[in-house]
């Protein structure tokens, strides 16, 4: 009994996303064997480094949520993220025959923009009233253009809320509601960095965002007195 061959399916993009979970499916091809053949598989996981360099991940066990030992593979969220290029390596034999066939696929793990920072200013104004400018510069990355989403939060364990903007520019606007008094009126922004193929870099900030009709009264108030 002979295994020719087994094909590996991939299911993603050109690059690997490492924050994304992965699939890969093997399936066997044997010309001798039996219909309704059950097949028995064996899963490794490697880094090949940049200079050419390959390594077996002992613990290959840990960085998936399915067995290595079954026809589909699933790689956990994160499990690739420090990796250059990872390829997957899939063994299948017929018991009780030890002849093996294999398959072999290998992917650049896509890294997320790296090097630069945002901001937005002013740190402080009024709720759907002032353009806070969202500045981000430096960010490095082989997959452009880049995008940047913001997102917001009306307290630190909260909700996210949007994207209130999606934009391509390095600088851009965006009118903020109005913060919580409890929390000092503290507008908390996620803005997201991702690149053509999905990777990711968040970066947190705050403004202060206060009701216009009520520093309006204010001044009213101590005008009059």
Sequence with gaps: MVLHSSKLGFAGKRKINPKEKLSLMA???????PPGSVFDYEWSIYNIHDIGNKYKFKNASAMVATSLA?????????????LDTCMFRVEVWLPPATTRGFAELSRAVNRPPFGGRCSMT????????????LSCSGYLDKDEPLMYYVFFKESPDGLKNGPILSTDKQT???KL???K??????????VQVTDKEGAVTEESLMVKVIDLIFTYKICL?????
């Excluded at 399936?27 to 064997?33: A, L």
């Excluded at 079954?70 to 420090?82: D, G, H, K, M, R």
């Excluded at 008094?181 to 996620?190: G, M, Q, S």
Aim: hydrophobic share 40%; net charge negative.
């Design 27 to 33: 399936e066997p091809v044997c010309s001798s064997c």
């Design 70 to 82: 079954q026809t589909f593979l699933v790689v956990n969220e994160n499990a690739l993220q420090f």
């Design 122 to 133: 002013p740190a402080s104004g009024y709720a759907f009233f002032t353009d806070f400018a």
């Design 172 to 174: 851009d606007t965006v």
């Design 177 to 179: 509601p109005l913060g």
């Design 181 to 190: 008094k409890i929390y000092n009126y503290t507008i908390y922004i996620l």
């Design 221 to 225: 108030s101590l005008e009059f007195r």
